[in-house]
């Protein structure tokens, strides 16, 4: 018997650790996760920074949707400063239910 991995965690768990894994570095998918590792490598937040975010979460959220978990997902970004960037993602349940979480990544 095999156990997938949204048996054990809410949604927002899912989110988050697909976010805040890096690409490449879970052991049992090298597909799961997100590539932000690639925007604090350049070190810096500007014009383009906050559309590459939204884009980068919306991929590593993609198998939420592959696998039935999710009917769709969205993410908006705002820059706030200098080195942060305040972004929302929104999931929609199969059922038609929206779950909103607000974050803030920090390129420091």
Do not use: H
């Not at 894994?21 to 937040?45: C, H, M, Q, Y």
């Not at 009917?71 to 909103?100: F, H, L, M, W």
């Amino acid at each position: 018997m095999s156990v997938k991995i949204e048996q054990w965690a809410s949604i927002e768990e899912l989110v988050k650790m697909s976010i805040g894994t890096n690409r490449g570095t879970w052991f049992a998918d090298p597909a799961f996760g997100s590539e932000l590792w690639l925007l604090k490598k350049e070190g810096k937040v500007d014009g383009q920074t906050a559309g590459k975010l939204e884009r980068m979460i919306r991929e590593s959220l993609q198998w939420l949707i592959n696998d039935g978990l999710a009917a769709a997902v969205d993410c908006t970004a705002e820059r706030n400063g200098k080195n942060r960037i305040d972004y929302q993602v929104t999931v929609t349940r199969p059922g038609g239910s929206p779950v909103i979480l607000k974050e803030a990544w920090n390129v420091l």
